[in-house]
């Protein structure tokens, strides 16, 4: 594969679980090029975890097909996929099971039959990434929640995997939790050019930290797009039950004044308020003369 | 604990009586409080003095670790029934000092609902939990079967009697835990992060329940939530804690003008809307009598500033 080539490419894929009434996708189709950093949004059973298990092979589609750095999911071992995609879980107590941090972090490549002195590299220069190495031989359920979270990242970092599915990465955690680790996400992405995919309810960290959005309803892509595009795509939001940021909403009900309906942050609309309230006076000062 | 600190609400109530101006005793009282897990190296709470008054609807918020959690449990007597450690100063819920108070007499009138919605529901069907709690405390099963149509429409999940929980949603789940809180008539009712694991359409489901339960005002309301442009939307009054203190206390409307302290805590971050108003505020386009936390109120503002025509 070329460096043009998408490096996730889902075509037309649809899967139903064993047993289950309704498909849990319905003839999806998606690329993603290396070094993009993109978030699934939508509600519960929207579609969004099984299409991100269709991307390290977890789950094979029923009909369609998903290319993962130009190999056919289902023609390769799940575990040669686990070198190119690492998947973080949303509870991080979910995968958190050794003695210390270090422990913690080397499962992963030891696992994939990386070398050991590879494997020591891999796992100080991940802890270091997340800021915890000078935590390497804790243990790790004393740390906070937000530390967790940032170990698993981190044991996902040492396999060296290019990309990184993150499932619900900020639930749970305040301001400064959520800030460390979008931060993180967004330092991996742009510094080391890894691509990152989060999965998230967070519409507020969507639209500060992620360019691309696809939105999804009930086993569909209903938007995909740059984050102002698709989260002003109010037909696809209704549909997907998603709402907005507040000055999103707020700029929208302000439509009538003249204000622009893709205002994404409080200082886009409190520019676009002064804006407005110029040009008004402008005009009358217009009229006046 | 001295038991002769503070005389409880329930003596005052005659003094505080005569004049319209009077406050109503409040329905909590927390004298001093201080606590320290048994493991723990510092003092989880150092010194919280609060009231809550009888239908008020309490907002809690603050960064992880600050004690939130922990001030929940010693407002429903958790601490020390349940737990060990080291507790200091008082608290005291109608009248009743929640240390001298077994946990029986405090389940009538303080009730709890916690943050994982999976961890709290015991009954294979709605009926079987909501009757859970009065069973133990051997109500009569008519008068608790009388109570449940009545609760569940309260949460919004009128006919649900026979479902099964496992069958449930996250946001039904945890509306039936606030409506199985409710079954023991208590006069308040702590919820304590009960929308972090929910999706959005379940976060919604639970605030609208609580919206309700404040318009219906029986109940006293404490709840700690991360969400705050909702908090802010039901909340009466506010209580920022970080480090063990509540930092400030304050209606929404005077709180989130302290933008300054909210930087500081880094628990949470301002409404949006609060946020844009005090930028505008600044600049001399809206005044601090304009300022809301709330967003229909904000959009009124701004709809009127935008309105405004130059003479």
């Keep these: ?289 | 604990m001295k038991p002769d600190a503070e005389p409880g609400p329930r003596l005052e109530t005659g003094s505080h009586g005569e004049g319209p101006s009077a406050l109503p005793a409040p329905v909590i009282r927390a004298r001093g409080l201080t606590y320290r897990y048994p493991t723990g190296e510092r003092d989880v709470l150092q010194g919280i003095d609060l009231d809550v008054a009888p239908g008020e609807f309490l907002g809690v918020t603050g960064p992880s670790g600050a004690g939130k959690s922990t001030l929940c449990l010693c407002l429903k007597g958790l601490i020390p029934h349940s737990f060990a450690g080291t507790l200091g100063g008082s608290v005291i819920v109608n009248g009743l000092d929640t240390s001298a108070t077994g946990p029986a007499q405090l389940a009538e009138n303080v009730a709890m609902v916690f943050q994982d919605p999976e961890s709290q529901i015991i009954g294979l069907t709605v009926a079987e939990d909501l009757a859970f709690g009065p069973e133990n405390l051997t109500q009569p099963p008519d008068e608790i079967r009388a109570r449940i149509p009545k609760l569940l429409e309260t949460v919004g999940l009128a006919g649900f009697e026979a479902r099964e929980t496992y069958s449930l949603s996250g946001g039904q789940k945890q509306r039936v835990a606030i409506a199985a809180a409710l079954m023991l008539e208590p006069s308040i009712l702590i919820l304590d992060e009960p929308t972090s694991e929910l999706d959005p359409v379940g976060k919604g489901e639970v605030f609208r329940t609580v919206r309700r339960l404040r318009e219906e005002a029986k109940v006293t309301v404490v709840m700690v939530e991360h969400e705050i442009e909702q908090l802010a939307e039901v909340a009466d009054r506010i209580i920022v804690v970080d480090g063990g203190r509540i930092v400030a206390d304050a209606p929404p409307r005077e709180l989130f003008r302290d933008a300054d302290l909210f930087h500081r805590t880094q628990g949470e971050r301002l409404p949006q809307v609060a946020e844009l108003l005090l930028a505008l505020e600044r600049e001399g386009l809206v005044t601090p009598a304009d300022f809301t936390p709330r967003e229909d109120e904000a959009v009124a503002v701004l709809s009127r500033l935008l309105e405004r025509r130059p003479r």
């Excluded at chain 1, 189709?29 to 991100?52: C, D, H, I, W, Y």
């Design chain 1, 1 to 289: 594969m070329s460096a043009g080539d998408p490096l996730i490419e889902v075509e037309a894929v649809s899967y139903a679980y064993p047993e289950a009434a309704e498909p849990a996708l319905r003839d999806v189709s998606l690329r993603v090029m290396p070094g993009e950093f993109l978030a699934l949004v939508g509600q519960n059973g929207a579609g969004k975890t099984t299409l991100a298990k269709h991307f390290n092979g977890l789950i094979l589609p029923a009909r369609g097909s998903v290319r993962v750095a130009g190999q056919d999911t289902r023609a390769v071992a799940t575990r040669r996929l686990a070198g190119i995609v690492g998947y973080c879980y949303q509870n991080p107590d979910h995968q958190i099971f050794s003695r210390t941090l270090r422990r913690e972090v080397a499962f992963g490549p030891t696992n994939l039959g990386l070398p050991a002195d590879q494997v020591a590299r891999n796992v100080e220069e991940a802890l270091r990434l997340v800021g915890l190495l000078e935590k390497a031989d804790d243990y790790p359920f004393l740390l906070g929640r937000g530390e967790r979270q940032r170990l698993a990242v981190a044991s996902i970092l040492a396999m060296g995997s290019r990309i990184l599915v993150v499932d619900e990465p900020t639930t749970g955690l305040d301001l400064q939790g959520v800030r460390g680790i979008m931060t993180l996400l967004e330092r991996w992405n742009r510094e080391l050019g890894r691509t990152i995919v989060v999965i998230t309810h967070d519409i507020n960290v969507v639209a500060q930290y992620v360019p691309r959005t696809v939105v999804m309803a009930e086993g569909r892509v209903v938007a995909d797009g740059p984050t102002r595009q698709a989260l002003t795509d109010w037909a696809a939001l209704e549909m997907a039950d998603v709402k907005p940021p507040q000055v999103t909403r707020v700029a929208r009900r302000l439509a009538r004044y003249g204000i622009p309906p893709d205002v994404m942050t409080v200082d886009e609309l409190a520019a676009a308020i002064r804006a407005r309230l110029q040009s008004v006076s402008v005009s009358a000062r217009r009229e006046e003369a």
